[in-house]
Antibody
Framework: QVQLQESGPGLVKPSQTLSLTCTVS??????????WSWIRQPAGKGLEWIGR???????YYKSSLKSRVTISIDTSKNQFSLKVSSVTAADTAVYYC???????????????WGRGTLVTVSS | DVVVTQSPDSLAVSLGERATINCKSS????????????LAWYQQKPGQPPKLLIY???TRESGVPDRFIGSGSETDFTLTISSLQAEDVAVYYC?????????FGQGTKVEI
């Protein structure tokens, strides 16, 4: 069973870049039938899907965040990462990493999630 | 982008009674390759990540009690909790995974 763990700074200054890493255990990040996602949730608010990456390196981002977000993958460390540039207070949220699978023909929803990590944007 | 909208924002239900949550997508989420609706439901309790309850609009994830029932087609979907238990108090989200970017509804808080 896949397990995911987020890590990274809990406090980021406005205008700087938020950087988080998700470490995958119990499975290989290089597996062709897995995709790896980032989702965030401001306090007391709903879930926002940020983007996803496949081991091939292909990515897809939410349209409104596309200009500021980069998701990358490091197969040697079994990790994938999220970078959000030019952050403001509106980027303060719990950030979750998650995974979903594909059979090649169809996809599943995100079914494995990390516990989440709170990132606060403040000077 | 396919957007999903939930209703109501919150509801209060007595123990043992039925809770019904609605989700509407901005376009059909029927995936032609397997003729399934790519619509999922999640449950989130405070301090926890979301838990997948239902996928393909009506298929329960392994271990999910059968009081959780997903239904619907094309653009209109429903999550029904047939007999609310105390442990069902949570926020429920629908998600379309028909196309990227994926999207969640705004959530429905279920209280007793």
């Amino acid at each position: 069973q896949v397990q995911l763990q987020e890590s990274g700074p809990g406090l980021v200054k406005p205008s700087q870049t938020l950087s988080l890493t998700c470490t995958v255990s119990g499975g290989s990040i290089s597996s062709d039938n897995y995709y790896w996602s980032w989702i965030r949730q401001p306090a007391g608010k709903g879930l926002e899907w940020i983007g996803r990456i496949h081991t091939s390196g292909t990515t897809y981002y939410k349209s409104s965040l596309k200009s500021r977000v980069t998701i990358s993958i490091d197969t040697s460390k079994n990790q994938f990462s999220l970078k959000v540039s030019s952050v403001t207070a509106a980027d303060t949220a719990v950030y979750y990493c998650a995974s979903f699978t594909t059979s090649g023909t169809y996809f599943r929803p995100e079914d494995y999630w990390g516990r989440g990590t709170l990132v606060t944007v403040s000077s | 982008d396919v957007v999903v909208t939930q209703s109501p924002d919150s509801l209060a239900v007595s123990l043992g009674e039925r809770a019904t949550i609605n989700c509407k997508s901005s376009q059909s989420v029927l995936y032609s390759a397997n003729n399934k609706y790519n619509l999922a439901w999640y449950q989130q309790k405070p301090g926890q990540p979301p838990k997948l309850l239902i996928y393909w609009a009506s298929t329960r994830e392994s271990g999910v009690p059968d009081r959780f029932i997903g239904s619907g087609s094309e653009t209109d979907f429903t999550l029904t909790i047939s007999s609310l238990q105390a442990e069902d108090v949570a926020v429920y989200y629908c998600q379309q995974y028909y196309s990227a970017p994926r999207a969640f509804g705004q959530g429905t808080k279920v209280e007793i």
